[in-house]
């Protein structure tokens, strides 16, 4: 099972995947968290998870936010790539079926960017971080 979260068959492709998902998921991140690049911050996210009827707003507000903070973090770096894209998989479900499926496929109000957004996740998680990556540097450490 560890042999498998490191093991990467993608290669400098995944790379450019990662860099962009990480990027972004790090940036939403921290608008949620610190209320950085025109976020609202923790609790103004915690008040709109609590109108969607989230359970939990408040753990719900810092686990959504730290998996798309921390998860970034580790997809720029390639580390624990497969881990990360599940937490973060869970977030983009999440956001398909609480907030964005009723306005429909299309953007902007439609769920066709995080649907996007979750099959490169989904890519990660299966096939791993690519060249370039921690992960690929510990599975060669063999």
Same mark, same amino acid.
């Not at 290669?11 to 998902?21: H, P, Q, T």
């Not at 972004?24 to 610190?34: P, Y």
């Not at 989230?54 to 770096?77: H, R």
């Not at 079926?97 to 649907?115: M, N, R, S, T």
């Given at each position: 099972m560890?042999?498998?979260?490191?093991?990467t068959?993608?290669?400098?492709?995944?790379?450019?995947l990662?860099?962009?998902?990480?990027?972004m998921?790090?940036?939403?991140?921290?608008? &949620?968290?610190f209320?950085?690049?025109?976020?609202?911050?923790?609790?103004?996210?915690?008040?709109?998870?609590?109108?969607?009827?989230?359970?939990?707003?408040?753990?719900?507000?810092?686990?959504?936010?730290?998996?798309?903070?921390?998860?970034?973090?580790?997809?720029?770096?390639?580390?624990?790539?497969?881990?990360?894209?599940?937490?973060?998989?869970?977030?983009?479900?999440?956001?398909?079926? &609480?907030?964005?499926?009723?306005?429909?496929?299309?953007?902007?109000?439609?769920?066709?960017?995080?649907?996007?957004?979750?099959?490169?996740?989904?890519?990660?998680?299966?096939?791993?971080?690519?060249?370039?990556?921690?992960?690929? &540097?510990?599975?060669?450490? &063999?």
């Amino acid at each position: 099972m560890c042999d498998w979260l490191k093991k990467t068959n993608g290669g400098v492709g995944f790379l450019f995947l990662r860099l962009a998902l990480g990027i972004m998921f790090t940036a939403h991140g921290s608008q &949620k968290l610190f209320g950085a690049f025109g976020g609202h911050g923790i609790q103004e996210f915690a008040g709109s998870l609590q109108q969607m009827g989230i359970p939990y707003p408040q753990i719900s507000a810092y686990l959504a936010g730290g998996s798309e903070f921390f998860g970034g973090i580790l997809l720029i770096l390639g580390l624990c790539t497969r881990v990360a894209s599940v937490f973060l998989l869970i977030t983009m479900l999440v956001a398909i079926f &609480k907030v964005h499926l009723p306005g429909g496929f299309f953007a902007p109000a439609g769920f066709e960017y995080p649907f996007v957004i979750a099959g490169g996740l989904l890519l990660l998680l299966i096939e791993g971080a690519g060249c370039c990556s921690v992960d690929q &540097k510990c599975a060669n450490k &063999k």
